[in-house]
């Protein structure tokens, strides 16, 4: 069976960092894309970050490019985002979800999701 657990996630003040973990089971991340998806409130999802172990590729959203850290240990079948210099407007639901290599960055298309972890950027 194939699961997503994240973790890392709660209350961090503006410029403040976090750092996210997407622990996977019942397949291994190295064979397909993994992303990371936000949802703030009222608004529509948005991937902020993708990785594809198996050739090293990396993608980011021109919203955090720069400031976040997408990261892989295949050893322990966990993807990581490092969140730097958050803002108010990171703020919301955190998932990881996954995919075959050539959906990365398009979540609409992702077959499994975790069940997220709140992220709260105070002004």
């Known amino acids: 069976e194939v699961q997503l657990v994240e973790s890392g996630g709660g209350l961090v003040q503006a410029g403040g960092s976090l750092r996210l973990s997407c622990a996977a089971s019942?397949?291994?991340?190295?064979?397909?894309?993994i992303g990371w998806v936000r949802q703030a409130p009222g608004k529509e999802r948005e991937e902020v970050s993708c990785i594809i172990s198996s050739d090293g590729s990396i993608y980011y959203s021109d919203s955090v490019r720069g400031r976040f850290t997408i990261s892989s240990d295949n050893a322990k079948n966990t993807v990581y985002l490092q969140m730097n210099s958050l803002k108010p407007e990171d703020t919301g639901v955190y998932y990881c979800?996954?995919?075959?290599?050539?959906?990365?960055?398009?979540?609409?298309?992702?077959?499994?999701w975790g069940q997220g972890t709140q992220v709260t950027v105070s002004s």
């Open positions: 979800a996954t995919g075959r290599p050539e959906t990365c960055m398009v979540y609409t298309l992702y077959d499994y």
């Open positions: 019942g397949f291994t991340i190295d064979d397909y894309a």
